[in-house]
């Protein structure tokens, strides 16, 4: 089989956007510049990991995501030494034959597994079947022999939007399942297909998962919060804030903020390398962040458009400010009420009082 | 007679926790909901220095909620933490006696010239939700800097909690604690005008005036 740097010759790519690729990854991995070689080596000479990757629940995102990495000359190559034996979009197999394929990846074990999607329990998990098994048995089936689990996507990292109230399927993620194997979260609706490919180039370079928090994110992708590393920060610190789209401060392109922007809320790299190879990205489009990324989107990120939740429980839903007013002035009204009672009271029962109800100390004051 | 009830910590403390309440709540609503938006001067710093303004008063906020925790074990009975948290017998019953004249049922005053177990124990609700306001006040702090020594405190909540809910409650407990200056306000007013005995002012001075029946719960 011909080696990274052939196979690169005869697609005539040159040694140095090679190495210019490593160097953006180490960058990436945030690594010292120093790995760049030991990245590039590890790359050169590659033994085609076997890779299956799992759709549960999913809309397929991940894998549009995955398959648009930013540097389609070099990436793809780099795609090329994994050996995908399962990926129901983009493989040609189809029925028993893929399932063979799975199968056969699984019994030589030492695989990477890649998740997109939730797996379903409810009802024994019929929400999603494939080959005649649920999505928890080829999830348990399949981790038993994985060297590790890549979850790509909010829902297998963490249920996702499968997962939202009410949850007609009882949808979790990977990781309320799977134990026993290292996991590697990479939320995101998709996950950005840089931060799978880095993810995917640290594990061939050091044979381990890169350092992750403690949501099971990498640390080199998760490990900032986007209000922290976004371009329009200075806007919020300074006040300068949209209040609708299309007003003056968003054509000048300040905070998003009172749009219900939850960049504060999520941690991602997403200022920091963009979209679509490195177009742009939500907020530099204009449109606040939708926190993606985060546990229990969509429900905990709600409403789009407003920075806290609102109350609900009381038949109609209010804001947080809307109920505290009301919350504070019916206090000031009922306490008032009582006053007026209280003195009512004293009104009332102030000729009886002097009869032998009262127990105890007198009451009233000279 | 009259009685030293509150004693100067107490005092110093009581208006500590007001003035950064109420710096807390302006600041806090504007981060919430900037209403002031710059024009766009170029050295314009207004959520800026709200924030710096908001993180400085919840030092001292925090601080003197700490202080008055530790001087419920070394102040005098009337500080103490059994005035908080009904352990004794005695004062359970008067919790009872305490709702009866909230609800008509009877006219005389809750009993004792410290804190009435019923308003004790509204304190201990209070100080519960001071606790969830500073914790997940540093923890939202937190969340600037994953690799700091706040965060390796602190953070651990939001892998429980998401962070846009640990706001929300953050805010909430704002508006509940504006709803429970009303209600201590009003009440504070009506035991004065019931007992003539000066507990308004006795937060500045630290002296009430007991009536004869209370005599026996003074030192």
């Known amino acids: 089989m011909a080696t990274l740097l052939e196979r690169l010759e005869a697609n005539g790519i040159s040694r140095r956007s090679f190495l210019t690729y490593c160097a953006s990854l180490t960058t990436m991995l945030a690594l010292p510049a120093s790995l760049t070689p030991q990245i590039a080596n590890a790359l050169s000479k590659v033994d085609k990991p076997s890779i299956i990757w799992r759709e549960f629940q999913d809309c397929a995102g991940n894998t549009e995501s995955f398959l648009r990495s930013r540097n389609p000359g070099v990436a793809d190559l780099i795609l090329d030494l994994l050996s995908v034996d399962y990926h129901e979009t983009i493989m040609a197999a189809a029925g028993r034959q893929a399932e063979a394929a799975s199968d056969a990846a699984a019994k030589k074990g030492g695989y990477i597994l890649v998740v997109e999607g939730s797996v379903p329990l409810k009802d024994d998990g019929v929400y999603c079947t494939i080959a005649g098994k649920t999505a928890k048995q080829h999830l348990e089936e399949l981790s038993k022999g994985a060297a590790a689990i890549v979850n790509v996507g909010t829902c297998s990292s963490y249920g996702g939007i499968p997962a939202a109230n009410p949850n007609p399927t009882g949808a979790v993620g990977v990781p309320s399942l799977v134990s026993n194997v290292p996991i590697v979260n990479l939320p995101g609706c998709p996950a950005n297909a840089d931060n799978i490919t880095a993810t995917f180039v640290h594990y061939l370079t050091f044979g381990s998962l890169p350092a992750r928090d403690q949501l099971g994110r990498p640390l080199f992708a998760y490990g900032e919060r986007i209000h922290d590393s976004c371009e329009r920060r200075a806007h919020f610190d300074a006040g300068q804030f949209a209040l609708a789209f299309g007003d003056e401060g968003h054509r000048k392109g300040w905070c998003l903020y009172k749009l219900g922007c939850k960049g504060p809320n999520t941690f991602n790299n997403c200022p920091a390398i963009r979209w679509n190879g490195g177009t742009s990205w939500p907020v530099g489009a204009g449109h606040g962040c939708v926190g993606c990324s985060e546990p229990e989107f969509w429900d905990a990120m709600g409403p789009l458009y407003q920075h806290l939740p609102n109350v609900s429980g009381f038949g109609v839903e209010a804001t947080a400010d809307q109920f505290g007013v009301a919350l504070v002035g019916a206090t000031a009204l009922a306490f008032a009420a009582h006053g007026v009672a209280k003195y009512a009271q004293h009104r009332i029962t102030a000729e009886p009082a002097a009869q032998p109800v009262a127990a105890g100390q007198p009451t009233e004051e000279d | ?219």
């Open chain 2, 1 to 219: 007679m009259t009685i030293l009830v509150w004693e100067r910590p107490v005092r110093l403390i009581h208006w500590t926790i007001f003035i950064a309440v109420i710096v807390l709540a302006v600041t806090g609503f504007y981060i919430g909901n900037p209403i002031l938006v710059s024009g766009g001067a170029p050295t314009d710093f207004l959520m800026g220095t709200y924030r710096a303004i908001h993180v400085a008063a919840a030092w001292v906020f925090g601080v003197a909620v700490v202080a008055r925790l530790i001087w419920a074990f070394i102040g005098n009975r009337y500080s103490r933490w059994d005035q908080f948290v009904p352990v004794s017998r005695a004062r359970r019953a008067d919790i009872k006696t305490s709702f009866k004249y909230y609800l008509f049922m009877q006219r005389e005053t809750p009993p004792g010239p410290g804190h009435n177990p019923l308003a004790g124990l509204t304190y201990l609700v209070l100080y519960a939700m001071f606790a969830v306001q500073i914790w997940t006040g540093l923890a939202l702090a937190s969340l600037a800097d994953p690799g700091s020594f706040l965060w390796s405190v602190s953070g651990w909540t939001f892998s429980l909690v998401p962070i846009p809910t640990i706001r929300f409650v953050h805010h909430l407990i704002l508006w509940l604690t504006l709803g429970f200056i009303v209600h201590h306000v009003y009440s504070a007013t009506l035991i004065d005008v019931e007992e003539r005995s000066g507990v308004l002012s006795s937060i500045v001075t630290g002296w009430k005036r007991i009536r004869p029946g209370q005599a026996g719960q003074a030192e």
